[in-house]
């Protein structure tokens, strides 16, 4: 098992891991509150790459990730990832408010 230090390097190399054999790839979230630890997986059984953190911050990033897997899954493995957004963004781009009473 490799733990990558690098957020962006383990983001660009789980991208690729995904694309490489989409049918065996998993993404995998362990979180321990007692320990306050955050560890990702991404793994297709011949290769296991891990980040590791303890940052609040790096839930953003991890929330990037999600999507980043969500757009590769849903559109297949050649989508382009680059316009991939995390949830703040992605909020503060839809006007369109609820299907509450007018007022």
Request: net charge positive; hydrophobic share 30%; charged share 35%.
């Amino acid at each position: 098992m490799v733990y990558i230090t690098s957020w962006d390097e383990f983001v660009e190399r789980s991208a690729q891991l995904f694309r490489a054999d989409p049918d065996s790839t998993r993404y995998v979230m362990k979180y321990r509150h007692c320990d306050g630890k955050l560890v990702l997986k991404v793994t297709d059984d011949k290769e296991c790459l891990k980040f590791k953190t303890d940052q609040a911050q790096d839930a953003k990033k991890m929330e990037k990730l999600n999507n980043i897997f969500f757009t590769l899954m849903s559109r297949g493995p050649d989508a382009d990832v680059s316009e991939v957004t995390g949830k703040e963004q992605t909020e503060a781009q839809s006007g369109k408010k609820g299907r509450g009473r007018k007022q």
